[in-house]
């Protein structure tokens, strides 16, 4: 037992049961049943088979760390895989490559920039589409979306990629610019520029879409034009909110305006109520009234953000929201004939309760809790007069529906 105290082994076989050999010879079984359904052309594969081709993108580092989950999923239904032979060259400047099987002798640095910079988080180096050859011959520091080997040119193995998804230049004639030589056979899989390039055309044709969908539903918003609408579909952003969340309070002025994707709202409006405490003494409190709800393809926001009012209701999410929002600055930046005709069109939440109709539907709410709680005191005070105690001997009852239950109730 000491004996097995520094082995890594021992460690392996308590976590998974197996021996690290016998999990190497899983894996290596594993990526033999990936190439073999790569060989395959995709329309000829089954569901199964593109959920397992999804599946072990996900475990390369170098495509899960740079492409969105829902790039993995469709390029998971398009890819092949290669066959190179020993002492063959590729050139790597319009596809990105991940080694399946053998392994490949750099020629020079490898670009590994697969897709271009999303935001000035990711690197302080200004994007452009092709680096010249000099560029890439220099020392490049190792980034987030960036990077070059280092000048060893190491052999690169299984699972390790080379490559890209920006289509750059052909190297010059006998330049090795983004050469790679097999040491040996090789299966690649392949991924290519163009066909990349088609995904994400597609699928900024369909996000496009679904923003345009999103507004012109809206009630607000059916009769607008599209041009318009355009206008507004560029600067949402999506927000996901669990339930119970507060979005907009009673009394202040929202950041931003809000288009429903999915769920449901709770809309509330605060008022003053008078409350009896344990000494019989009244005090005011705030009370929140439900007043109504707000569903999918609806707004709200637009009022309190173009005219700095603020908003009149207290807005909570009732179920798991997705919302399309536009924060209040990008609102203030439209050209002043958008944002005429979102005040032309739109209306403040809610607007046309007023506050004496929520004091008439609290003092309704009230009296119901008080009717409901004087019902069930003289209920329990007939019964323990009676000597019955609900739930035993004759008097229990296990209810079938829970409508019996409901209906038993009202009688």
């Known amino acids: 037992m000491d004996n097995d105290l520094h082995n890594i082994g021992f460690y392996i076989r308590s976590l998974h049961g197996q021996t690290s050999g016998e999990l190497a010879l899983q894996f290596k079984d594993k990526i033999e049943g990936f190439i073999n359904v790569l060989r395959k052309l995709p329309i000829h594969r089954n569901y199964k088979e593109r959920r397992f081709v999804y599946r072990m993108m996900k475990t390369m580092p170098d495509l899960d760390a740079q492409l969105t989950q829902e790039d993995l999923r469709t390029i998971s239904q398009k890819i092949t ?5 020993k002492d063959t060259t590729v050139i790597a400047n319009d596809s990105f490559y991940i080694i399946l099987k053998g392994c490949v002798r750099p020629c020079s640095k490898i670009y590994k920039k697969m897709i271009e910079f999303v935001s000035a988080k990711f690197s302080n180096v200004p994007y452009r589409e092709h680096l010249s ?5 220099q020392e490049v520091p190792v980034g987030d979306y960036y990077s070059l080997l280092n000048r060893q040119y190491p052999i690169l193995g299984p699972w390790s990629g080379f490559g890209t998804l920006i289509s750059l230049p052909k190297p010059k004639l006998g330049s090795n610019l983004y050469s790679l ?7 690649l899989l392949k991924i290519d520029a163009k066909e990349y390039a088609k995904i994400k055309a597609e699928q900024a044709k369909k996000e496009k879409l679904t923003r345009e969908q999103l507004i012109h539903k809206c009630p607000y918003y059916r009769n607008w034009p599209k041009l318009s609408i355009n206008e507004l579909t560029v600067h949402i952003k999506w927000r996901h909110y669990p339930p119970g969340h507060v979005l907009v309070t009673d009394g202040e002025v929202i950041s931003f305006v809000a ?26 409190k705030h009370r929140r009234v439900f007043i109504g709800e707000l569903r999918e393809k609806e707004s709200f926001g637009e009022i309190s953000v173009l005219l700095q009012l603020p908003f009149t209701c207290t807005v909570i999410t009732g179920s798991e929201v997705e919302l399309g929002v536009i924060e209040a600055e990008d609102i203030q930046k439209l050209d002043w004939v958008t944002r005429k005709l979102v005040l032309q069109t739109a209306e403040q939440t809610f607007g046309y309760i007023t506050d004496e109709d929520v004091q008439n539907e609290y003092m309704a709410r009230q009296k119901q809790k ?11 005070s007939s019964l323990e007069h009676r000597g019955i105690i609900p739930g035993s001997g004759r008097w229990r009852h296990y209810w079938t529906k829970e409508s019996d239950k409901n209906s038993f109730d009202k009688n």
Request: charged letters at 35%; a neutral charge; hydrophobic letters at 40%.
């Open 81 to 85: 895989a290669e066959i190179w032979l």
């Open 259 to 284: 288009y429903i994707q999915s769920g449901f709202c709770k809309v509330y409006r605060e008022i003053i109520g008078f409350v009896k405490s344990q000494h019989k003494k009244v005090a005011k």
């Open 370 to 380: 008080e009717w409901k709680k004087f019902k069930e005191k003289v209920i329990q």
């Open 181 to 187: 030589i097999m040491e040996e056979d090789c299966v």
């Open 133 to 137: 050859e000099e560029e890439l011959s």
